[in-house]
């Protein structure tokens, strides 16, 4: 992957105007980040498979399936037959992170494993160099439009260090809160894939909004 990338939330676009604001950030963006909330493992619930096989059909966009669902193992292959590109689970829903990692990548797609912010982030350490993206939550999952908790950074560092003292290419991505006035100090403390809902969709111009994002990223 490029050296950062960012992924829109469509939990912050207009469903009546799904693909509309689809359309509107597939040429800027790296990634669609698709929020998949169950109501059990999150207190919301957002859609499901039948919604992305039907956004599927009109975009090519890489598409990051972020599944807030308890047993994950149950839907993998539903939602890689639906068109996900990476899979990307929790690891406090699951009691065998290591098979589920098996499974996404032997259905041919990339694998994230995602920490909570009340989950010590070393939680997630035994993964680094198999996955290909570690999500580190940075508000608490289930609801857009929250601000930025300040401690990630600090989990970020540490997740970072541990990634290079191991020289793997693990992707930190990071997701919630994240806007043009944050997005530098995430990258200086070790994020690259951004997922970004309400500061990209809640924009007059969401592919602009994609491009600042970038733009703010690489400043000096
Ligand atoms: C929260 C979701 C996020 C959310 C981010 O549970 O996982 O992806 O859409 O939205 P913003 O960028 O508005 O915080
Ligand atoms: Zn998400």
New binding site residues.
């Given amino acids: 992957m490029k050296d950062i990338g960012i992924a829109p939330?469509i939990?912050?676009a207009d469903f009546g105007y799904l693909m509309r604001d689809i359309k509107a950030v597939e040429n800027n963006a790296d990634y669609l980040?698709i929020?998949v909330?169950d109501g059990h493992y999150?207190n919301n619930i957002s859609f499901g498979i039948p919604v992305i096989q039907s956004i599927r059909k009109y975009t090519d966009m890489k598409f990051f399936t972020?599944l807030?669902i308890t047993n994950p193992e149950q839907y993998i292959k539903a939602f890689a037959d639906a068109g996900s590109d990476n899979i990307t689970f929790h690891v406090e829903c699951s009691e065998d992170p290591d098979a589920l990692i098996d499974e996404i990548r032997a259905l041919g797609k990339s694998a994230g494993i995602s920490v909570h912010p009340d989950t010590p982030v070393e939680k997630v350490f035994p993964y680094i160099g198999k996955v290909d993206i570690i999500l580190v939550?940075t508000?608490?999952?289930?609801?857009?439009?929250?601000g930025y908790l300040e401690s990630s950074d600090e989990r970020i560092r540490r997740l970072r260090k541990e990634i290079d003292d191991r020289h793997a290419d693990t992707v930190i991505s990071v997701?919630?809160?994240?806007c043009a006035e944050n997005i530098k100090k995430i990258y200086e403390a070790g994020a690259r894939l951004f997922?970004?809902?309400?500061?990209v969709f809640h924009a007059d111009d969401p592919a602009a909004a994609v491009d600042e994002l970038k733009r703010c990223c690489t400043l000096s």
């Fill in positions: 939330s939990l912050a980040h929020d909330m999150v972020h807030m939550m508000v608490y999952p289930g609801f857009g439009g929250q997701d919630g809160g994240v997922v970004a809902g309400s500061s």
